[in-house]
Every structure is written in structure tokens, then in C-alpha cells.
């Protein structure tokens, strides 16, 4: 298992930009799927986003397909996500997640968790 740190949150207005950034301790981040998932306040968990372990391949929720971008950068043990246009319906804590060496959009795949960065966006 790999540990995992979020940053990057914090409170932006509509239409406005984040980017989150997940660092990861241990030899095996190379090796793990990485995914993004968000919980809104009285909603349960859900995917927003997965790379995997090279960052060739990427999936998106719909609901952040073409604002969000999830990237990585192996020699940095680190993972990305770029939120674009934000709205208040983007309001959630985001954590990032590893699933060992297949990328998928399931949580019970995700093995490894961080402990979540709240995103606020005020209209």
C-alpha cells in the first residue's frame, strides 16, 4: 500500500480554477492505478476521475468530463487534478485514491486513501 497526502483546496468562486495535488510515499506509486473521488456534504462517495499507473489512459465522470483533468508525474510520486469552471455543485471533499495496477472507476477496487481536501466553490 502506498500513503497518500491531499492539498489544494480551498475556497474559489464560480467559474474559477483548483488543483489538486495527491503525494504519495512508498517504492510501488509507479505501479498503482490513481483515481479521485469527492463526498458532498449528506451524499455518498463518489468517482470523479482515474489515470493509470504510466498516465497513458484517463477516465472522467460525466459530470466533470471536459472541466477536470487528472495527470500525473512518476518521478514526483505525485497526482493531479485541474478543476476548470467551477460550480457550487462541485463543492465536496476530494480524496485521492490507489487501486494497485489496474485503473478502475469502482471504489472497492481503491486500496489506499488519503484523508480528503475540502473544495468549496461560492456562487
Known amino acids: 500500500q502506498v500513503q497518500l497526502v491531499e492539498s489544494g483546496g480551498g475556497l474559489v468562486q464560480a467559474g474559477g480554477s483548483l488543483r489538486l495535488s495527491c503525494a504519495a510515499s512508498?517504492?510501488?506509486?509507479?505501479?498503482?492505478?490513481m483515481g479521485w473521488f469527492r463526498q458532498a456534504p449528506g451524499k455518498e462517495r463518489e468517482f470523479v476521475a482515474s489515470?493509470?499507473?504510466?498516465?497513458?489512459?484517463?477516465a472522467y465522470a460525466d459530470s466533470v468530463k471536459g472541466r477536470f483533468t487528472i495527470s500525473r508525474d512518476n518521478a514526483k510520486n505525485t497526482v493531479y487534478l485541474q478543476m476548470n469552471s467551477l460550480t457550487p455543485e462541485d463543492t465536496a471533499v476530494y480524496y485521492c485514491?490507489?487501486?494497485?495496477?489496474?485503473?478502475?472507476?469502482?471504489?472497492?477496487?481503491?486500496?489506499?486513501w488519503g484523508q480528503g481536501t475540502q473544495v468549496t466553490v461560492s456562487s
Open positions: 512508498g517504492r510501488t506509486f509507479s505501479s498503482n492505478a
Open positions: 485514491a490507489a487501486s494497485g495496477m489496474k485503473m478502475t472507476t469502482t471504489q472497492a477496487s481503491y486500496n489506499s
Open positions: 489515470i493509470s499507473y504510466s498516465g497513458r489512459t484517463t
